[in-house]
């Protein structure tokens, strides 16, 4: 696994942004059993999670907090995480960040790492005001990702001018969409409401209400593993599970 952290400049915010990202390269198991005939040729290119954090946090947390670096090594999947600072993922004056997340970070990731331009390879996902961010951005653009994951989301955070039942509203396509949050949870109601629209509306819906839990990070924990053996993937790795 190589773990890689950029400081990029952005020409849509105008600044530097941080970024890290997940590449799976070769693993110990495999140089030490097939000496020789390792290398690291990335022709088939890697699917990628664009994968958002919550409010307070940066692109360091979901590495800090998680083992999303193992699973994302096992099922050979990139995972690109940002700093969206406490912004939402939403275009606010002139900070720009729906617009620097839908189409300057997808141009960037896959002009410079072995990653795929496809819409089937491409997912997004965010806990809390993450869990916002990936539910707005896949509901507005489904024609650029494949799966949504949601954990525990910010359906309603204040001051927030984005109304994501409007955005569910004026989405077109169907997108699969995986949401979970625990029964503790002080946002859980609100979770459990917009639910029911993404129901009304006939939306591909994986939905868990899990006892137990509150906003808290041995949640999400559980929640990237579950979303990354959920999705439908169709690329060059998929179904090939490493040991690690």
């Not at 941080?18 to 890697?46: A, R």
């Amino acid at each position: 696994m190589a773990k890689i952290q950029c400081n990029v400049i952005s020409y849509t915010l105008m600044r530097t942004v941080d970024i890290d990202v997940i590449l799976p390269t070769v693993t110990i198991p495999e140089s030490l059993m097939n000496q020789g005939k390792v290398h690291h040729d990335y022709q088939k290119k890697f699917p990628v999670l664009y994968l958002l954090h919550g409010f307070g946090n940066n692109h360091a947390q979901w590495c800090g907090y998680t083992n999303v670096e193992l699973y994302a090594e096992e099922r050979q999947i990139a995972v690109v995480m940002i700093s969206g600072e406490n912004k939402k993922y939403i275009d606010q004056n002139e900070d720009l960040f729906a617009n620097f997340i839908a189409y300057e970070l997808p141009e960037f990731i896959t002009q410079v790492f072995p990653i795929s331009t496809r819409k089937e390879d491409t997912f997004i996902a965010g806990l809390s005001m993450g869990g916002f961010g990936a539910l707005y951005h896949g509901l507005s653009r489904p024609e650029k990702y494949s799966a949504i994951g949601a954990f525990s989301p910010g359906i309603k955070m204040q001051g927030n001018p984005i109304d994501l039942y409007e955005v569910l509203e004026s989405c077109d396509q169907k997108i699969p969409i995986y949401m979970a949050c625990g029964e503790n949870d002080f946002l859980y109601d609100t979770n459990v409401e917009f639910v029911k629209s993404l129901q009304d509306k006939h939306m591909p819906l994986t939905w868990l209400s899990v006892p137990g839990y509150e906003h808290e990070w041995r949640f999400w924990d559980k929640c990237i593993e579950e979303f990354l053996d959920w999705i439908q993937r169709s690329d060059a790795y998929a179904n090939a599970k490493r040991k690690i």
